[in-house]
């Protein structure tokens, strides 16, 4: 059995960098073909994709947000981490990591995810 756990700060000051770490257990991010993203839903939206890294490390972000996020990896931690710059109280959310089977960019398609975390942007 799959299981994600984010893990991070709960508040982040604008203009300052949000960081977010996945930990999987269960199996390992490297492991054809399953890709694994970074969600969003902001108090009263609903969900948005963000960002996805693939088994081969490589990297797709949703146009809206590319210019200010990055998804990296770490492999011997089996785990993988997001940072979004320059955030604003926009970007409040609550931040889930997921694992869908292959590349995609539909939040129906992801089968696993972790149990999210509240990021608050506020000075």
């Known amino acids: 059995q799959v299981q994600l756990q984010e893990s991070g700060p709960g508040l982040v000051k604008p203009s300052q960098t949000l960081s977010l770490t996945c930990t999987v257990s269960?199996?390992?991010?490297?492991?054809?073909?399953?890709?694994w993203s970074w969600i969003r839903q902001p108090p009263g939206k609903g969900l948005e994709w963000m960002g996805v890294i693939a088994y081969d490390g490589s990297t797709y972000y949703s146009p809206s947000l590319k210019s200010r996020t990055s998804i990296s990896r770490d492999t011997s931690k089996n785990q993988f981490s997001l940072q979004l710059s320059s955030v604003t109280p926009e970007d409040t959310a609550v931040y889930y990591c997921a694992r869908a089977p292959g590349y995609s960019d539909s939040v129906d398609e992801y089968d696993y995810w972790g149990q999210g975390t509240q990021v608050t942007v506020s000075s």
């Open positions: 269960g199996g390992s991010i490297t492991t054809s073909s399953y890709h």
